[in-house]
């Protein structure tokens, strides 16, 4: 097969500027430890904050799944993919989020395609957290609607940008502004911040706008029952759709949205991704299943791994390094240039630890980071051995 002559030319682009990336081939099962290039490393790098990606319990809900509905679903959702268990785990969902309905897709990225692009097009207003996940950015621009990015995590620059656009304050005209949509993510994957939910969502009162939230870093972490930020500041009734995903602190694949019954209906009517792919297997949605039941009965899970986080931030801040404030499962370790970051990894590899920079556009430019995250799996020793490196590796 052939490659166009500006392919090189962009790949040698990004080499010459330190954001070439490549993959890493890890040989064991999730979990604190990995094998990579047949050596058992330190891990701080996956999403599994709960350590149920190799739960038993998880592993065995899978497999019997599998059993009974064999692997693939075959067609999509609409089609003939939808089973008993994706009935179920959408009713498992609802009750966990304290909502009329929810509905599954086939990963987190798609749902926010979906519920974006259903809620929004052409003559609409999406404002969005300028460092909100990808998949709402790529959302935002499929749906044709006029998206305002707002400065991270500012709720008083999200209302001047409504309130410009609506040309006064109170609810948009119609004809000016088309239906405004607020969207934010409740925990920010890359510097683990939390969003000042309090203050959006009452904009999008004062404002009209719907108000759409990517808790994909919340899920099974914030909130009394694990339910989220919105749960945690009790204002789930505020919120039009709350986007989650089973592939974090539920260890397995898939994303899904919770929401009032008629939203979920429209999802099903107009979702794209929703229509036009094949469903999730049927044993991604029992080991989903297995997955909330012990977020509920187990939430030491969530205490242990948010403390862990809250020890590391303070361990590093004593250091001098950058390292966050609010209290989440992900631990940025801010360097500023790419290369500077790509260093810091590979000194933290060489001393049996892996957690891999993160650089533009991942995110913004001169905040190339080690993204840390913890998960309950990890132990007080595992921490001061990743400060230590850390320190180390720094020089
Ligand atoms: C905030 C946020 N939303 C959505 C997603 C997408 O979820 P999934 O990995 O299930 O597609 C991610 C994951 O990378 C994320 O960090």
Redesign the pocket.
């Known amino acids: 097969m052939a490659a166009p002559d500006f392919i090189r030319e962009t790949l040698e682009d990004l080499k010459a500027h330190g954001l070439y990336r490549r993959l890493t081939e890890i040989g064991s099962a999730a979990g604190p430890h990995v094998e990579i290039g047949g050596r058992r490393v330190l891990q701080f790098a996956s999403?599994n904050y709960l350590g149920l990606a190799n739960d038993p319990r998880v592993r065995e809900a899978a497999i019997r799944a599998v059993e009974r509905w064999g692997w693939g679903a075959g067609a999509s959702r609409l089609v003939a993919g939808h089973t008993e268990a994706h009935a179920h785990l959408e009713a498992d969902l609802a009750a966990f989020k304290h909502a009329e309905a929810a509905l599954v897709f086939p990963?987190?990225?798609?749902?926010?395609l979906g519920v974006v692009t259903a809620l929004v097009g052409r003559g609409d207003l999406v404002l969005s957290d300028r460092e909100?996940?990808?998949?709402?950015v790529d959302a935002a621009h499929l749906s044709g609607a006029h998206l305002v990015r707002y400065a991270h995590a500012d709720a008083a620059a999200a209302a001047r940008a409504i309130e410009s656009r609506a040309g006064k304050s109170g609810p948009p005209d119609d004809r000016q502004s088309g239906r405004p949509l607020l969207v934010t993510?409740t925990?920010?994957?890359m510097d683990g911040r939390v969003a000042p939910l309090a203050d959006l969502a009452a904009l999008s009162r004062r404002a009209g706008a719907m108000l759409v939230l990517?808790e994909?870093?919340a899920t099974g972490l914030l909130g009394p029952t694990g339910a989220g930020l919105a749960e945690a500041l009790g204002l789930e009734g505020g919120v039009t759709a709350s986007?989650g995903?089973?592939?974090?602190a539920l260890g397995g694949?898939?994303?899904f949205v919770a929401a009032s019954r008629e939203v979920c209906d429209l999802l099903v009517n107009r979702a794209r991704p929703f229509l036009y792919s094949t469903a999730l297997p049927a044993a991604a949605c029992e080991a989903a299943r297995a997955a909330l039941a012990i977020v509920r009965a187990e939430p030491e899970r969530r205490g242990r791994v948010l403390d862990l986080a809250d020890g590391l931030r303070s361990r590093l801040r004593e250091r001098g390094f950058d390292a966050g404030a609010d209290r989440t499962p992900i631990v940025p370790v801010l360097v500023g240039e790419p290369e500077r970051a790509l260093a810091l990894a590979a000194g933290l590899l060489e001393r049996g630890i892996f957690c891999p920079a993160i650089r533009p556009p991942t995110v913004p430019r001169g905040t190339s980071r080690l993204r840390v995250s913890l998960t309950a799996e990890h132990t007080e020793e595992d921490v001061a051995r990743l400060v230590a490196a850390l320190v180390a590796a720094r020089g």
């Open positions: 999403n990963t987190g990225y798609m749902t926010n909100n996940h990808a998949s709402i993510d925990v920010f994957s990517d994909a870093h986007v995903t089973l592939s974090k694949i898939g994303g």
